[in-house]
């Protein structure tokens, strides 16, 4: 077997290239002649579904119902909310002809589908009694994007986007928040991403919402990435569609809108905080092998073993790799695929009674007696799950930085990556001066701290502690 | 609570209208402002998801592996093998513009996904040891459709195409016949319709397959609706994109490919075997919602009742209608939403110590003791969907008609609804000759029977059985 392993740049000398090579080599996606556009491969395409059944269940359990709405919008329903379409139409895909006649009116491809959702929301909204509703759905979404990349950004978005409609604007943020929370404990606890969350400035939310949630995560390079919303809308878009509801008081009310999405983008950032030089680092809970046995050699014995492993495990999303290529290429490609436990089994080991289990996420090398693999196998999963959220936390932890004044702000963006906190004045003008000056973009406000000094850049009263950093 | 559930037309005075109605007044979709489109909501998207989850799985457990293919395909890749660019360019949707700009080369939303998966495997196969790639991908598809209905035929359809290349023409063309297979048993099993499965003829077979097998389901009105196809292309497409491997006797070879896909179209399929003038009627296997309990009056005992038999099955896609509307609004609720068992759980059945058991395809009232009540329920269950499919196998015999001469035939094609099996030459002309007489389409060639006698169109040698039918 001549099969070669695709190297893999060393992530700290090119991280970008670094980041590019593991997705290739890990075979999470492939390029296409679609530019703009990826081949999601089945390895990566069964991390996505991992991710989808566990948040769909969530969203379930939440009493979300999904629904498939249309994939065109008509220009003229997407002109309806002005800020909405002035934020996305630069960044649409327009069909202009069906077969080999020209539309009457252009369809865009949906960016996002607040205005569908309305559309369908007026037809079924009338009385308290049909509140709330609660959608969602799984689909690809199309933005424009010029410069795209693997996960981060593509023309083509796998994502979900849930839609609700509540008879207050209590009920609504409550929605908003607990979403966000779904989002934010998803990311922590299965993705073991150290995320911080917060709120977005005016500046930086959602085009037609009046809050903006978000979840930020900080990659390797300390360089962040917006990795999920969850947008407050109050009544802007059921006043402008016209959607009213006759209340208990038998008052007619309009109602109040959420929408939250997650994509693809999850994987990237699960890959660019994980993954190492050997390729990528899956945490066990979302991996769709969690465990790989590689026998080594040809021999009956080694395989019982194997399977008597195997089969007492509780998880039974492991793999055993039978082909016939050599032992060393098959860890090196069990490294690269960032399955969490390697175990090799083989007549050395045997002799001692023993097999080796190796863990991807440190690469140490544990000897364990056949009788107790079954049981360390489950542990170390657990362990290993832990420990990256951990390992991940602290890395970030050391770059996060406080600056007291602007200086010390340009300094510590000029020569440290990671995310800078500041006392802010709240208004757009500093915030867009701190990106002219250092190229920092405000990542979200930090809710649950005032600010305790004058806002660093024009000195007047600090009303919010607010974090910065540069993005994908 | 003044709710009202919409009307429905009659199914045997006007059988279109009466799909229309159930399809709206049971909530599986909704109209939207986008033409040719429509919205599936929450209960028909769940029957989706149903359907989704069983394939997904037969899939896997033969092999195949999910991917995500762009959305897109540029003009010149769709160019690329002949037959399928003409049997597919009049029907496609084009993007020219991007945000502002227009693009250099137009982009068709797929109409399917042939040649970006060729694209793929010109990159991924080289040698026999990439071979059988058995990929299938669940997604939108977009095709240009003058007139559309729910379900059937949409200008967006939802639904799952397998493409898989195989080292011998021997291999593939297993490949095609085991997909046939597991949908014919899919259909046959969960969602209890009568299939027939056959060849179709040169005229009616995919653009650019060598082989194209169906199955060919059978409405409530005789009428055929294509259900399924499995294609077997040969090496037309390999050639074109120039895919070759490697193979063990070091000879340069070119692959054999195949392609199978079903769509929502199978939701219309089940409404239009099963329905009935109350409204959908759903085999249990597939139905979000197995059994409905309804309580009448607002008692602890009927509550403690419900919830005692609900926690005893074995199945807990249940659900408890505890909503403020009226019994016999709820009954007529349960109907229409075909809800395969509904319990009626009131005092006055309480005082013999029974609960009432209404079967939703017979609509039969049968009383229980409350302590059989869950294990009756779990029987009715298993009893419904084979009486389904034993209700609309018999009516469908009652359907199908043989004709000895052209003259029979069509008497019958004008008389009767249904399909016609007849001898057939196999020539194109007869095919066509039937068409422009009758209006009646082929429908498949029946591959395990032989002709008996002479075509009975142009009384040359009979070589083929076939079955000709209308078609929605």
Redesign the interface.
Known sequence: MK?KLEKITPRDEDFSQWYTDVCLAAKLI?Y????G??????YG??I??NIQKILDSEFKKLGH??????????ES?LNIEKEHVEGFA???????????EKLEER?C?RPTSEV?FC??YK??IHSY?DLPKL?NQW??I?R?EKTTRPFLRS??I?WQEGHTMHATKEEAEKETLQMLKVYENFQRNVLALPVIVGLKTEKEKFAGAEKTYTVEAMMYDGVALQNGTSHYFGDHFAKAFDITFLDKDNQLKTPYQTSWGVTTRMIGATIMTHGDDHGLVLPPKIAPIKTIFIPIGNDENVMKTINDIAKNLEDNTYQIDTSDKTPGFKFAEAEVKGIPVRVEVGLKDLGNNEVTIVRRDTLEKIKVPVSLASKKIEELLETIQKDMYQKAYERRNTMLYEAKTYDEFKNIAQNKPGFIKINWCGETECEEKIKEDTGLKSRCIIEEEDADGKCIVCQKEGKKKIYFGKQY
Chains 1, 2 share one sequence.
């Open positions: 099969a492939s296409s002649h679609t530019k556009s990826v081949i999601i491969c089945p395409y069964a996505w579904e119902e999904n629904v498939q709405m249309p994939m065109f919008i008509p329903l630069p960044e649409v895909a327009w069909v202009t002809h069906g077969g080999n369809l491809v569908l559309d369908y037809d079924l009694r959608y689909c690809t199309v424009w023309r083509e796998l």
